[in-house]
Protein backbone atom coordinates (compact mmCIF):
# COMPACT_ATOMS: atom_id res chain seq x y z
CA UNK A 1 0.00 0.00 0.00
CA UNK A 2 1.47 3.82 -0.86
CA UNK A 3 0.96 6.65 1.55
CA UNK A 4 1.75 9.60 1.33
CA UNK A 5 1.54 11.59 4.91
CA UNK A 6 1.80 15.96 3.69
CA UNK A 7 3.63 17.97 5.70
CA UNK A 8 6.90 17.43 7.71
CA UNK A 9 6.16 19.01 10.81
CA UNK A 10 5.68 17.17 14.29
CA UNK A 11 2.56 15.42 13.10
CA UNK A 12 3.22 14.56 10.03
CA UNK A 13 6.52 12.75 10.88
CA UNK A 14 4.68 11.12 13.94
CA UNK A 15 1.91 10.00 11.49
CA UNK A 16 4.44 8.55 9.36
CA UNK A 17 6.46 6.87 11.36
CA UNK A 18 3.72 5.03 13.11
CA UNK A 19 2.37 4.03 9.34
CA UNK A 20 5.38 2.22 8.46
CA UNK A 21 5.66 0.84 11.79
CA UNK A 22 2.53 -0.91 11.93
CA UNK A 23 2.19 -1.55 8.33
CA UNK A 24 6.04 -2.27 7.46
CA UNK A 25 4.86 -3.81 3.71
CA UNK A 26 3.53 0.07 2.72
CA UNK A 27 5.38 2.94 1.26
CA UNK A 28 5.50 5.96 3.06
CA UNK A 29 6.31 9.02 1.53
CA UNK A 30 6.81 12.39 3.48
CA UNK A 31 6.28 15.44 1.65
CA UNK A 32 7.53 18.61 3.28
CA UNK A 33 7.26 21.70 1.66
CA UNK A 34 10.51 23.51 3.42
CA UNK A 35 14.29 22.45 2.83
CA UNK A 36 14.45 21.50 6.12
CA UNK A 37 11.37 19.46 7.64
CA UNK A 38 10.22 19.77 11.96
CA UNK A 39 11.23 23.74 11.98
CA UNK A 40 8.77 24.48 14.14
CA UNK A 41 9.68 21.84 17.09
CA UNK A 42 13.32 22.89 16.35
CA UNK A 43 12.35 26.80 17.69
CA UNK A 44 9.44 25.32 20.35
CA UNK A 45 9.84 25.60 24.02
CA UNK A 46 12.30 28.54 22.78
CA UNK A 47 14.52 25.96 21.64
CA UNK A 48 13.69 23.10 24.36
CA UNK A 49 11.31 21.69 22.74
CA UNK A 50 8.09 20.89 25.60
CA UNK A 51 7.38 17.72 24.47
CA UNK A 52 4.75 16.95 26.75
CA UNK A 53 2.95 17.33 29.94
CA UNK A 54 3.05 15.42 33.30
CA UNK A 55 -0.84 14.31 33.07
CA UNK A 56 -1.78 10.96 32.60
CA UNK A 57 -5.30 10.93 33.23
CA UNK A 58 -7.49 11.72 30.21
CA UNK A 59 -9.58 13.37 32.01
CA UNK A 60 -7.52 15.99 33.66
CA UNK A 61 -5.37 16.61 30.72
CA UNK A 62 -8.19 17.35 28.38
CA UNK A 63 -9.38 20.15 30.40
CA UNK A 64 -6.32 21.93 29.59
CA UNK A 65 -7.44 22.38 25.82
CA UNK A 66 -9.94 25.09 25.55
CA UNK A 67 -11.54 23.48 22.16
CA UNK A 68 -11.65 19.80 21.13
CA UNK A 69 -11.64 18.39 24.57
CA UNK A 70 -14.12 15.54 23.63
CA UNK A 71 -12.46 14.47 20.33
CA UNK A 72 -9.04 14.18 22.55
CA UNK A 73 -10.12 12.54 25.60
CA UNK A 74 -10.84 9.45 22.79
CA UNK A 75 -6.91 9.89 21.36
CA UNK A 76 -5.62 10.23 24.49
CA UNK A 77 -7.04 7.11 26.28
CA UNK A 78 -5.32 5.23 23.04
CA UNK A 79 -2.12 7.36 23.46
CA UNK A 80 -1.33 9.67 26.07
CA UNK A 81 1.97 11.74 27.82
CA UNK A 82 2.97 8.21 29.73
CA UNK A 83 2.88 6.25 25.87
CA UNK A 84 4.63 9.57 24.64
CA UNK A 85 7.74 9.46 27.28
CA UNK A 86 8.09 5.47 26.78
CA UNK A 87 8.08 6.12 22.79
CA UNK A 88 11.11 8.80 23.51
CA UNK A 89 12.63 6.77 26.10
CA UNK A 90 12.58 3.36 24.09
CA UNK A 91 14.52 5.46 21.41
CA UNK A 92 16.99 6.70 23.74
CA UNK A 93 15.21 10.17 24.32
CA UNK A 94 14.85 11.09 28.04
CA UNK A 95 12.15 13.17 29.57
CA UNK A 96 12.73 15.56 32.69
CA UNK A 97 9.62 17.17 34.44
CA UNK A 98 9.74 20.69 35.79
CA UNK A 99 7.82 22.53 38.56
CA UNK A 100 5.08 23.11 36.74
CA UNK A 101 4.29 19.87 34.67
CA UNK A 102 5.96 20.62 31.54
CA UNK A 103 8.53 17.75 30.24
CA UNK A 104 11.26 18.80 28.21
CA UNK A 105 14.38 15.96 26.92
CA UNK A 106 16.90 16.11 29.62
CA UNK A 107 19.41 18.05 27.18
CA UNK A 108 16.73 20.97 26.98
CA UNK A 109 17.51 21.37 23.29
CA UNK A 110 15.10 20.59 20.55
CA UNK A 111 17.57 19.24 18.39
CA UNK A 112 17.51 15.90 20.70
CA UNK A 113 13.77 15.53 19.89
CA UNK A 114 14.35 16.43 16.08
CA UNK A 115 17.25 14.39 15.54
CA UNK A 116 14.94 11.53 17.32
CA UNK A 117 12.36 11.77 14.62
CA UNK A 118 14.38 12.11 11.33
CA UNK A 119 16.09 8.56 12.68
CA UNK A 120 13.51 7.10 13.68
CA UNK A 121 11.56 7.96 10.07
CA UNK A 122 14.81 6.45 8.37
CA UNK A 123 14.31 3.53 10.28
CA UNK A 124 10.84 2.45 9.70
CA UNK A 125 11.96 2.77 5.70
CA UNK A 126 9.93 6.18 5.69
CA UNK A 127 11.12 8.18 2.15
CA UNK A 128 11.23 11.89 3.40
CA UNK A 129 11.26 14.52 0.25
CA UNK A 130 12.08 18.09 1.60
CA UNK A 131 11.52 20.77 -0.67
CA UNK A 132 8.75 19.33 -2.37
CA UNK A 133 5.62 21.68 -1.84
CA UNK A 134 2.08 19.96 -3.07
CA UNK A 135 0.60 22.06 -5.21
CA UNK A 136 -3.04 19.88 -5.66
CA UNK A 137 -4.54 16.84 -4.28
CA UNK A 138 -7.76 15.41 -6.04
CA UNK A 139 -9.72 11.91 -5.60
CA UNK A 140 -8.47 9.64 -8.91
CA UNK A 141 -12.43 9.39 -10.50
CA UNK A 142 -13.39 5.84 -10.30
CA UNK A 143 -10.60 4.50 -8.19
CA UNK A 144 -10.06 4.64 -4.60
CA UNK A 145 -6.65 6.79 -5.54
CA UNK A 146 -5.40 10.16 -4.96
CA UNK A 147 -3.48 11.80 -7.34
CA UNK A 148 -0.78 14.31 -5.63
CA UNK A 149 0.61 16.93 -7.76
CA UNK A 150 4.13 18.73 -6.92
CA UNK A 151 6.09 21.26 -9.40
CA UNK A 152 7.40 18.80 -11.45
CA UNK A 153 5.31 15.63 -11.11
CA UNK A 154 2.32 13.72 -9.97
CA UNK A 155 2.31 11.08 -7.01
CA UNK A 156 -0.16 8.54 -6.45
CA UNK A 157 -1.26 6.69 -3.11
CA UNK A 158 -3.87 4.36 -1.70
CA UNK A 159 -3.93 6.52 1.58
CA UNK A 160 -3.55 10.03 2.23
CA UNK A 161 -2.87 11.97 5.34
CA UNK A 162 -2.70 15.60 5.44
CA UNK A 163 -0.10 17.45 8.08
CA UNK A 164 -0.01 20.79 6.53
CA UNK A 165 -0.74 22.26 10.23
CA UNK A 166 -2.22 26.02 9.57
CA UNK A 167 -1.60 25.92 6.51
CA UNK A 168 -5.50 26.95 4.47
CA UNK A 169 -4.66 24.85 1.68
CA UNK A 170 -4.57 21.61 3.51
CA UNK A 171 -7.84 23.02 4.76
CA UNK A 172 -9.32 23.45 1.31
CA UNK A 173 -8.52 19.78 0.43
CA UNK A 174 -9.94 18.25 3.50
CA UNK A 175 -13.05 20.06 2.76
CA UNK A 176 -12.88 19.49 -0.96
CA UNK A 177 -12.13 15.60 0.23
CA UNK A 178 -15.40 15.71 2.27
CA UNK A 179 -14.43 17.00 5.53
CA UNK A 180 -15.83 19.02 7.79
CA UNK A 181 -13.42 22.27 8.91
CA UNK A 182 -14.13 24.67 11.24
CA UNK A 183 -12.58 27.97 10.09
CA UNK A 184 -9.03 27.85 12.82
CA UNK A 185 -8.92 31.96 14.73
CA UNK A 186 -5.90 33.50 16.31
CA UNK A 187 -5.01 31.89 19.76
CA UNK A 188 -2.46 32.55 22.04
CA UNK A 189 -2.27 35.89 21.24
CA UNK A 190 -0.80 39.25 23.58
CA UNK A 191 -3.57 42.24 23.92
CA UNK A 192 -3.36 45.67 22.40
CA UNK A 193 -4.61 47.94 25.05
CA UNK A 194 -4.37 51.39 24.46
CA UNK A 195 -5.25 52.70 28.04
CA UNK A 196 -3.74 55.98 29.06
CA UNK A 197 -3.17 54.09 32.58
CA UNK A 198 -0.50 51.87 31.01
CA UNK A 199 1.63 54.16 29.11
CA UNK A 200 5.39 54.60 30.65
CA UNK A 201 4.70 51.22 32.32
CA UNK A 202 5.78 48.84 29.89
CA UNK A 203 7.97 46.19 31.58
CA UNK A 204 6.15 45.71 34.52
CA UNK A 205 5.16 42.64 35.51
CA UNK A 206 2.72 40.96 38.94
CA UNK A 207 3.48 37.45 39.54
CA UNK A 208 -0.49 36.90 40.06
CA UNK A 209 -2.74 38.67 37.95
CA UNK A 210 -6.81 37.94 37.90
CA UNK A 211 -7.94 38.80 33.96
CA UNK A 212 -11.78 38.87 33.02
CA UNK A 213 -13.46 39.55 30.12
CA UNK A 214 -16.28 41.47 30.75
CA UNK A 215 -19.91 41.10 28.58
CA UNK A 216 -19.52 37.61 27.70
CA UNK A 217 -22.03 34.97 28.38
CA UNK A 218 -19.66 32.48 29.47
CA UNK A 219 -17.09 33.51 32.41
CA UNK A 220 -14.01 33.67 30.84
CA UNK A 221 -11.24 35.26 33.08
CA UNK A 222 -7.58 33.46 34.12
CA UNK A 223 -5.11 34.02 36.82
CA UNK A 224 -1.23 33.86 36.70
CA UNK A 225 1.78 36.19 35.46
CA UNK A 226 0.77 39.45 33.72
CA UNK A 227 3.18 41.90 32.07
CA UNK A 228 2.82 44.78 30.69
CA UNK A 229 4.50 45.66 27.29
CA UNK A 230 4.57 48.72 25.24
CA UNK A 231 1.61 47.83 22.93
CA UNK A 232 -0.67 46.76 25.98
CA UNK A 233 -0.48 42.73 27.91
CA UNK A 234 1.61 40.20 27.73
CA UNK A 235 2.51 37.20 29.97
CA UNK A 236 0.88 33.28 30.84
CA UNK A 237 -2.30 34.96 31.94
CA UNK A 238 -2.96 36.90 28.72
CA UNK A 239 -2.26 33.80 26.60
CA UNK A 240 -4.19 31.51 28.44
CA UNK A 241 -7.28 34.20 28.23
CA UNK A 242 -6.71 34.49 24.42
CA UNK A 243 -7.03 30.90 24.21
CA UNK A 244 -10.15 30.28 25.98
CA UNK A 245 -11.68 33.51 24.25
CA UNK A 246 -10.64 32.89 20.86
CA UNK A 247 -13.54 32.44 19.54
CA UNK A 248 -15.57 35.22 21.24
CA UNK A 249 -13.04 37.61 20.85
CA UNK A 250 -12.71 37.12 17.01
CA UNK A 251 -16.70 37.32 17.07
CA UNK A 252 -16.18 40.50 18.80
CA UNK A 253 -13.80 41.68 17.24
CA UNK A 254 -11.29 41.98 19.82
CA UNK A 255 -12.81 44.97 20.82
CA UNK A 256 -14.03 43.60 24.74
CA UNK A 257 -13.75 45.25 28.37
CA UNK A 258 -10.86 43.65 30.55
CA UNK A 259 -10.93 43.74 34.25
CA UNK A 260 -7.76 43.52 36.01
CA UNK A 261 -7.62 42.29 39.25
CA UNK A 262 -3.50 43.37 40.35
CA UNK A 263 -3.85 41.14 43.29
CA UNK A 264 -5.15 38.09 42.75
CA UNK A 265 -4.67 37.15 46.29
CA UNK A 266 -6.79 39.82 47.93
CA UNK A 267 -10.39 40.83 47.78
CA UNK A 268 -11.60 44.33 47.92
CA UNK A 269 -12.18 43.95 51.88
CA UNK A 270 -8.46 42.63 52.59
CA UNK A 271 -7.09 45.55 50.10
CA UNK A 272 -8.88 48.22 52.36
CA UNK A 273 -7.34 46.50 55.16
CA UNK A 274 -4.17 47.41 54.34
CA UNK A 275 -4.71 50.69 53.28
CA UNK A 276 -6.63 51.36 56.74
CA UNK A 277 -3.19 50.06 58.64
CA UNK A 278 -1.34 52.08 56.22
CA UNK A 279 -2.88 55.16 57.97
CA UNK A 280 -1.69 54.53 61.11
CA UNK A 281 1.65 52.84 60.15
CA UNK A 282 3.08 55.37 57.50
CA UNK A 283 0.65 58.55 58.13
CA UNK A 284 3.29 60.84 57.14
CA UNK A 285 5.06 59.16 54.40
CA UNK A 286 3.99 60.80 51.14
CA UNK A 287 1.39 57.93 49.12
CA UNK A 288 3.42 58.40 46.15
CA UNK A 289 6.73 56.38 47.79
CA UNK A 290 4.88 54.16 50.45
CA UNK A 291 2.95 51.20 48.95
CA UNK A 292 1.51 48.90 51.70
CA UNK A 293 0.42 46.47 48.98
CA UNK A 294 2.49 43.47 46.62
CA UNK A 295 3.07 45.82 43.78
CA UNK A 296 5.14 47.23 41.82
CA UNK A 297 6.48 50.52 42.26
CA UNK A 298 6.03 52.11 39.30
CA UNK A 299 2.44 50.89 38.99
CA UNK A 300 1.20 51.92 42.76
CA UNK A 301 2.53 55.37 41.78
CA UNK A 302 0.47 55.15 38.39
CA UNK A 303 -2.20 54.21 40.64
CA UNK A 304 -2.34 56.74 43.17
CA UNK A 305 -1.87 59.76 39.94
CA UNK A 306 -4.72 57.74 38.39
CA UNK A 307 -7.24 58.09 41.20
CA UNK A 308 -6.12 61.68 40.86
CA UNK A 309 -4.30 61.77 44.89
CA UNK A 310 -1.58 64.67 45.29
CA UNK A 311 1.57 62.30 44.96
CA UNK A 312 2.79 64.64 47.60
CA UNK A 313 0.03 64.01 50.34
CA UNK A 314 0.20 61.72 53.24
CA UNK A 315 -2.37 60.93 56.11
CA UNK A 316 -5.82 61.32 54.76
CA UNK A 317 -5.18 61.20 51.57
CA UNK A 318 -5.19 56.76 52.23
CA UNK A 319 -9.17 56.68 52.72
CA UNK A 320 -9.32 58.08 48.81
CA UNK A 321 -7.27 55.10 47.55
CA UNK A 322 -9.46 52.78 49.10
C1 LIG B 1 7.34 29.74 18.88
C2 LIG B 1 6.57 28.46 19.09
C3 LIG B 1 6.90 27.63 20.15
C4 LIG B 1 6.19 26.45 20.34
N1 LIG B 1 6.55 25.63 21.37
C5 LIG B 1 5.90 24.45 21.54
C6 LIG B 1 6.33 23.52 22.51
O1 LIG B 1 7.34 23.73 23.21
N2 LIG B 1 5.63 22.37 22.65
C7 LIG B 1 4.55 22.08 21.83
O2 LIG B 1 3.95 20.99 21.99
N3 LIG B 1 4.13 22.94 20.89
C8 LIG B 1 4.80 24.10 20.71
N4 LIG B 1 4.40 24.96 19.75
C9 LIG B 1 3.27 24.57 18.89
C10 LIG B 1 3.78 23.54 17.89
O3 LIG B 1 4.90 24.04 17.22
C11 LIG B 1 2.70 23.20 16.88
O4 LIG B 1 1.53 22.79 17.56
C12 LIG B 1 3.19 22.05 16.02
O5 LIG B 1 4.34 22.43 15.34
C13 LIG B 1 2.13 21.65 15.03
O6 LIG B 1 2.70 20.60 14.29
P1 LIG B 1 2.14 20.22 12.89
O7 LIG B 1 2.97 19.10 12.38
O8 LIG B 1 0.66 20.00 12.99
O9 LIG B 1 2.30 21.53 12.01
P2 LIG B 1 3.63 22.27 11.52
O10 LIG B 1 4.72 22.15 12.48
O11 LIG B 1 3.19 23.63 11.11
O12 LIG B 1 4.05 21.44 10.26
C14 LIG B 1 3.34 21.50 9.05
C15 LIG B 1 4.34 21.23 7.96
O13 LIG B 1 3.64 21.11 6.74
C16 LIG B 1 4.42 21.71 5.73
N5 LIG B 1 3.52 22.05 4.63
C17 LIG B 1 2.50 22.94 4.64
N6 LIG B 1 1.92 22.98 3.43
C18 LIG B 1 2.56 22.09 2.66
C19 LIG B 1 2.43 21.68 1.31
N7 LIG B 1 1.52 22.21 0.50
N8 LIG B 1 3.27 20.72 0.83
C20 LIG B 1 4.21 20.17 1.63
N9 LIG B 1 4.39 20.53 2.92
C21 LIG B 1 3.58 21.48 3.42
C22 LIG B 1 5.03 22.94 6.40
O14 LIG B 1 6.18 23.39 5.70
C23 LIG B 1 5.36 22.37 7.78
O15 LIG B 1 6.65 21.85 7.85
C24 LIG B 1 5.11 26.13 19.50
C25 LIG B 1 4.78 26.97 18.44
C26 LIG B 1 5.51 28.12 18.23
C27 LIG B 1 5.14 29.00 17.07
Given at each position: ????????????????????????????????????????????GG?R?NVTHHC????????N????????????????P?????????????LKTEADGRMFPI?D??????????????????????????????????????????????????????????????????????????????????????????????????ES???????????????GP??????????P??????????????????????????????????????????????????????????????????????????????????????
Open positions: MKVIVVGGGAAGFFAAIACASLEPRSRVTLLEAGREPLSKVRISGCFDPALLVQYPRGGRALRGAFSRFQRDTIAWFAERGVKTNSATIVNCLLDTAAAAGVELRSASPVKTIELLPNSPEFAVSLQNKTLVCDRLLLATGSNPAGHRWAKALGHTVRSPVPSLFTFNVKDPRLQELAGVSVARLRLLDTEEKLEQTLLITHWGLSGAVLKLSAWGARMLQERRYQIPLQINWLSQHNLETVRQQLERAKTDAPKKQIINYCPLPLPRRLWQQFVQAVGINPQRSGRSWRKMS
